[in-house]
């Protein structure tokens, strides 16, 4: 009885770790992650803008909480993004203007991946590290990606 009950809290203790960590949802197909990662870090910080990715913004069209690039094989299914077709100058304007008002609170930003519940990679993130979101998948080629805290910048300020 007691081998048992040890495997039971075993078990629930390694599915709790999964699920505080993102990966639950992984296990399904259903829910994405948002990984840091060097190439997207590379990819944002040399200013490099992909013709296989739409870009969105969130929050502040100055200093925005979130810059991401979509595979444009996939649709986002949320009206809280806004999609930007930025310039080469522009884009860089946004990424300098990222990292400013990320040291204005002792942070930096971070480049990440996001891959859909069956680990492909779909699209690249640019934030401060305390900026994630969900990553859902609603069927074939459609995702759903929350956008971080409007107020991300804001509630660091003071830490």
């Known amino acids: 009885m007691r081998k048992l009950f040890l495997s039971s809290f075993f078990i629930m203790a390694i599915l709790l770790m999964f699920s505080c960590l993102g990966y639950a949802g992984s296990l399904t197909g259903r829910y994405g992650t948002i990984t840091p990662d060097t190439n997207a870090a590379k990819a944002f910080e040399s200013f490099k803008i992909s013709a296989n990715l739409n870009y969105y913004i969130s929050g502040s069209d100055e200093y925005p909480n979130a810059l991401m690039g979509l595979n444009k094989k996939y649709t986002l ?13 522009r884009f860089r304007e946004l990424v300098l203007q990222m990292q400013v008002r990320a040291r204005q609170i002792g942070e930096h930003q971070y480049g990440c991946a996001i891959f859909d519940g069956k680990g492909n990679q779909i699209g690249i993130w640019y934030s401060i590290l305390l900026a994630r979101a969900p990553v859902l998948m609603k069927g074939d080629r459609h995702v759903e990606i929350y956008t971080p805290d409007i107020d991300t910048y804001i509630k660091h300020e003071s830490r």
Do not use: G
Not at 77 to 89: A, G, N, V
């Open 77 to 89: 299914d949320s009206t809280l993004w806004k999609k930007i077709h930025p310039s080469p100058q």
